[in-house]
């Protein structure tokens, strides 16, 4: 029988993080302060995340250590499998080998998990009791409040108003891990407030709920600190885990990729299944594409100008150099929540000027469509985001099926999408329409 998963022994598992920055073509442009304009420094940081956080964020090395209480959350659903998906391969005809990296094996379904944990685990060690964040479609605010159950801390989300409305069980994921869960904007901050009083229908958007949450932590006198879901650094450091076990899954499968997919809002996902196969090729080995897929609705990197932006809607977060649609930019209200960032990863927007990485934008019925014939195939129902990088493999191994070419495909599905059935629902009304 062929074998179809590759399952690493947890002796196997990695026990450090890559950081890309060192191995970077060229210098990756220094985040800026937003008064002074000069790079920020450990002390501009500090009211936001833990020292461990900032020296990841600013000066960490190649490897970097992951704490023993870390990977004994991780052992719960990490390693993750490498999937080879034969009967998608089958029905599309093609002679191409496809391959996808199942993070929503860990409790909260997605891989948002990977950093939530040691972020928390990070803050609890430095004497915090609270943490602040954002969320667009869910994913992240649930893995962050059950890693702060976890560690005994208090989690507060501000939650895209449009997800909190279509994504209820989502809501009360966060809840059930104990976390506090606001619609944004929300009245509860001076940016939120400002929102609504410009629109009291606004849907809301990642930026304002980076706003309001930004604004929260730096005003509690630090007893509250703020954590981040996807686009900095430190964030796609936790990430590599992804693509490290997907390495040594490689080599049991006596296979390697050509081509590398990830759904890409903020870059997190992403970043963590590309960037340690990147490492190889830096290094010398075998080249391969590294393929960014992002929403026709929010292109950053496929329209957005490669400039300095905020972070957040309201210009309270530092200046980092990434493609960005400008801080104003709306999205509409597509149900890839996750993916309605204005903005990219300094470090695959760095990539992507290099050449090193590659992105296209794809619409929401058809990664619906792609998402649908997936799960019929291999039983399991993406998350709208990740559905967005099943589309990509998909066309990409159509077009092997023209070329007779037998290209090695290998995809990240980010979640499943059992808190998105709603969405589903949705796509199958619009198609019966």
């Known amino acids: 029988m062929e074998t179809v998963k590759f399952l690493l022994p947890e002796s196997q598992a990695p026990t450090t993080w890559y950081n890309v920055v060192p191995d970077l073509p060229g210098v990756l442009p220094a985040m800026l302060h937003p008064g002074t304009k000069e790079a920020v420094t450990a002390a501009d940081l500090a009211p936001l995340f833990p020292e461990a956080v900032v020296e990841q964020e600013l000066g960490a090395g190649r490897e970097v250590e992951i704490p023993g209480a870390v990977l004994e959350v991780y052992r719960q659903w990490r390693p993750s499998p490498l999937v080879r998906a034969r009967r998608l391969e089958r029905e599309l005809g093609t002679p191409a080998r496809i391959y996808f990296k199942y993070e929503g094996v860990s409790p909260t379904g997605s891989h948002k998990a990977n950093t939530a944990v040691?972020?928390?685990?990070?803050?609890?060690?430095?004497?915090?009791?609270?943490?602040?964040?954002?969320?667009?479609?869910?994913?992240?605010g649930s893995s962050l409040a059950m890693a702060c159950s976890y560690f005994g801390l208090e989690c507060e989300v501000y939650m895209v108003r449009?997800?909190?409305?279509?994504?209820?069980?989502?809501?009360?994921?966060?809840?059930?891990?104990?976390?506090?869960?606001?619609?944004?904007?929300?009245?509860?901050?001076?940016?939120?407030?400002?929102?609504?009083?410009?629109?009291?229908?606004?849907?809301?958007?990642?930026?304002?709920?980076?706003?309001?949450?930004?604004?929260?932590?730096?005003?509690?006198?630090?007893?509250?600190?703020?954590?981040?879901?996807?686009?900095?650094?430190?964030?796609?450091?936790?990430?590599?885990?992804?693509?490290?076990?997907?390495?040594?899954?490689?080599?049991?499968?006596?296979?390697?990729?050509?081509?590398?997919?990830?759904?890409?809002?903020?870059?997190?996902?992403?970043?963590?299944?590309?960037?340690?196969f990147l490492r190889e090729q830096f290094a010398g080995g075998r080249r391969l594409r590294a393929l960014a897929v992002e929403p026709t609705a929010c292109p950053s990197l496929t329209e957005g100008r490669y400039e300095y932006d905020f972070g957040d809607s309201a210009g309270m977060t530092p200046l980092v150099k990434m493609h960005t649609l400008g801080r104003d930019f709306v999205p509409p209200r597509i149900h890839a929540g996750g993916l309605r960032y204005h903005g990219m990863s300094p470090v695959i927007s760095h990539l992507k000027e290099q050449g090193v990485v590659t992105a296209r934008a794809v619409g929401q019925r058809e990664c619906f469509e792609a998402g649908v014939r997936f799960a019929r195939c291999e039983g399991v129902v993406p998350a709208p985001e990740s559905a967005h990088a099943v589309k990509a493999a998909i066309d990409e191994a159509l077009e092997c099926r023209e070329t007779g070419e037998e290209r090695v495909i290998l995809f990240s599905l980010s979640g499943h999408g059992h808190f998105d059935m709603q969405a589903y629902l949705d796509h199958f009304a619009e198609e019966q329409e």
């Open 118 to 140: 040691p972020q928390a685990y990070y803050n609890r060690q430095a004497g915090v009791r609270r943490l602040v964040t954002e969320t667009g479609a869910g994913q992240w």
């Open 162 to 276: 449009v997800s909190y409305d279509q994504k209820p069980y989502r809501r009360g994921l966060i809840e059930t891990f104990g976390g506090s869960v606001h619609p944004s904007p929300s009245g509860r901050t001076a940016a939120g407030r400002a929102a609504l009083a410009a629109d009291p229908q606004a849907s809301g958007s990642l930026g304002l709920a980076i706003s309001e949450a930004v604004e929260v932590a730096a005003g509690s006198g630090g007893e509250t600190k703020y954590a981040l879901g996807s686009v900095l650094n430190h964030v796609l450091l936790h990430q590599t885990v992804i693509g490290l076990e997907a390495l040594r899954q490689f080599e049991l499968a006596d296979d390697y990729p050509d081509v590398v997919i990830g759904a890409a809002g903020g870059g997190s996902n992403f970043g963590g299944l590309a960037l340690p």
